[in-house]
């Protein structure tokens, strides 16, 4: 004991203080990776809300003998989509899907829809 002569403290706290310097650091990075993911997820959760509501639609529509397209909103465990004509003919009708998640992520898309063929045409994202 009398032959130390101190040395074993400072080591200690030097590597002490690494590892809580190392351990805060990678708390603060997984912090922002979560939040990045979280945004991720909301993002691809509106994506497939527009993509869902576009298959519902093209289902529906191609069901009907006489396609006029009228304004509505689809309903979805995760949110919801509200469509509305832009600019309809004989053969296209543009649509325009506004869709909104249950957390406020929004995503508006432009569809063109062939009534002829009973599909989407044309996908444009705004």
Known sequence: ??????????????VSTSFILLAGYMMEQFVLDKRFYKEVE?????????RLAVRDLEREWGE???????PGILLYPNG???????NQNEEVA????????V????GVVLIYYDKNVGKVTEWVER
Do not use: Q
């Not at 909301?42 to 527009?50: I, K, V």
């Not at 009907?64 to 009228?70: A, G, N, Q, R």
């Open 42 to 50: 909301e993002t691809l959760m509106s994506d497939h809300l527009l």
């Open 1 to 14: 004991m009398k032959n130390e002569k101190g040395f074993a403290s400072p080591i200690v706290l030097v």
């Open 64 to 70: 009907l003998e006489e396609v006029i397209i009228e």
């Open 103 to 106: 957390n406020n992520r929004k």
């Open 80 to 86: 919801d989509v509200y469509y509305e004509v832009v």
């Open 94 to 101: 543009s649509v325009y899907l506004y869709g909104s998640t």
